[in-house]
């Protein structure tokens, strides 16, 4: 079992659609999780983070962090065909200044198409 | 642009072959981090190094080794190439903030892509 379990999808919405994206992970350690966005042929670049449990609000995305069931979720509302890409789950231990002492543990990322 | 830097872009080589790959981070970025990208495995981390120093190993192959200099840049060296090398290879970087709830957000580079033929 991988440590952080994510559907490749293809996930195709209609534009102006709520979207919801989840993973799973089994290392209870695990305190920092983050929602990183990557374009075809291009770097991920982070959405959100969160410290722990709870609900982080951005604009049209919201993510979710429940650690007693080891699963985070990201929403995206009001979606736009310009939020095609792929969504990638992240997370890590974080260390001795916080986070990030140690590497990033990815989901495999969904790939999501909002059709116009 | 996220101000992380890497050549080359492209790079095709042959098995058994011996390639470098280079980074520059953001300015003011003392941690750098590789990982590789490939259609089974994902993305997955490879080593970080902090100012100048081996801070974290992950899935890193005794073939593959990296370094970051002294002005910062770091460079990862894949040797005895195989055809399972064959993906994008990301650099990051990040700052070290000093609050314990703030998490050091990794900036990744454009990748480079290796073809081991």
């Known amino acids: 079992q991988k440590e952080v379990e994510q559907d490749p999808g293809p996930l195709s919405v209609p534009e102006g659609a709520i979207v919801s994206l989840n993973c799973t992970y089994s290392n209870s350690a695990f305190q920092y999780f983050m929602w990183y966005r990557q374009y075809s042929r291009k770097g991920p670049e982070l959405l959100m983070y969160?410290?722990?449990?709870g609900n982080k609000e951005d604009g049209r995305f919201t993510a979710q962090v429940d650690k007693s069931s080891k699963y985070i979720s990201l929403f995206i509302r009001d979606s736009q065909p310009s939020d095609s890409a792929t969504y990638l789950c992240a997370m890590t231990r974080g260390g001795y200044s916080g986070g990030g002492a140690d590497g990033l543990t990815f989901g495999k990322g969904t790939h999501l198409i909002i059709q116009p | 642009d996220s101000g992380v830097t890497q050549t080359p872009k492209h790079l095709i080589t042959a098995t058994g072959q011996r390639v470098t790959l280079r980074c520059s981070p953001r300015s003011g970025d003392l941690s750098v981090y590789w990982y590789q990208q490939s259609l089974d495995q994902g993305l997955q981390f490879l080593i970080q190094?902090?100012?100048?120093?081996?801070?974290a190993k992950g899935n890193i192959l005794e073939r593959f080794s990296a370094q970051q200099f002294p002005d910062l840049h770091s460079e990862l060296n894949l040797s005895s190439l195989e055809l399972g090398d064959s993906a994008l290879y990301f650099c990051?970087?990040?700052?070290?903030?000093?609050?314990?709830?703030?998490?050091?957000?990794?900036?990744f580079g454009p990748g480079t892509r290796l073809t081991v033929l």
């Open positions: 190094y902090y100012n100048g120093e081996e801070r």
């Open positions: 969160t410290y722990s449990s």
């Open positions: 990051a970087s990040s700052l070290e903030r000093t609050n314990w709830d703030l998490y050091n957000e990794q900036f």
